[in-house]
């Protein structure tokens, strides 16, 4: 049996309905909240890769510069795989893979959980990916220069293109890197006891098109662990690249 008490219906349990319809209303608002997307903004700004204007337009989202996947790998010559059954796009360059998910702050590079400032997201049908994050793990300088209004894009003239990450006693390690073409380098492979003295580690020229490799043999007598390999360009201002890797039994 129902009653009316001043203003408030009540129910046989005595619940006021006034009061649980403002209860359902609440609910809903949050709900709309939560499914309200993030503000994303056509950015004004230029790009330029190594000096060259792209003919690309970013994304503000929460003040965080995003720039298309596939576009940022095919700049740098690698690969983008996207999953929409996943909302998940895969970015490789060389010997690093970049897994992001749609709308998600948690990201992996090379296995390892990352939290992110920003999350990847889907904007006029393409998936946009977070400039500044991308850009440190792929080894691009990533630059404002607010005068000009431009994103500033370059890459290290000296980066390392692949190495022998895990190496057991008495067999050979090898590591290449792509510098400036014909340009002389010098390579220091520093373990526990010292300097490696090993054949095959002398100063070298890349070739035409920037690229030099060294290959030595780990001594039967060397420590386990992870070491340094350093490979600095030999002139005034030459950059230097310090790549780890690890003896393993």
């Given amino acids: 049996m129902f009653g009316f008490g001043g203003l408030g219906v009540t129910t046989r349990g005595g619940q006021d309905m006034t009061t649980r319809f403002r ?8 709900a709309l909240l939560a499914l309200t997307p993030v503000s ?44 929409p059954d996943y909302r998940r796009v895969t970015l490789t360059f060389d010997n690093l ?17 990352v939290i992110l400032d920003v999350a990847a997201t889907i904007y006029d049908d393409r998936t946009f990916v977070p400039l500044r994050f991308v850009g440190d793990n792929f080894g691009v300088n990533v630059d404002f220069c607010d005068d000009t209004r431009t994103i500033v894009l370059t ?18 390690a090898t590591i290449t890197v792509a510098g400036r073409p014909y ?42 662990g992870t070491f340094e390999i350093t490979i600095i360009e030999v002139s005034e201002n030459g950059e230097s690249l310090v790549v780890p890797f690890s003896v393993v039994e």
């Fill in 40 to 83: 994303v903004l056509a950015s004004d700004m230029q790009v330029t890769f190594d000096g060259e204007y792209l003919e690309i337009t970013p994304i503000i989202v929460d003040d965080r510069s995003l720039l298309p996947a596939r576009f940022i790998t095919d700049l740098l010559g690698g690969e983008t795989d996207w999953q």
């Fill in 97 to 113: 893979v970049i897994v992001l998910y749609i709308d998600s702050d948690i990201a992996y590079v090379n296995g390892e959980e």
């Fill in 183 to 224: 340009a002389l380098y010098e390579i220091t492979v520093m373990f526990a006891t010292g300097p490696s003295r090993a054949q095959g580690l002398d100063a070298a020229y890349t070739d035409s098109y920037g690229n030099v490799s060294w290959t030595w043999l780990i001594g039967s007598g060397t420590s386990f």
């Fill in 155 to 172: 890459t290290p003239t000296l980066r390392l293109v692949s190495v022998t990450e895990e190496v057991r006693r008495s067999t050979h």
């Fill in 23 to 30: 209860k359902i209303v609440i609910c809903m608002l949050v």
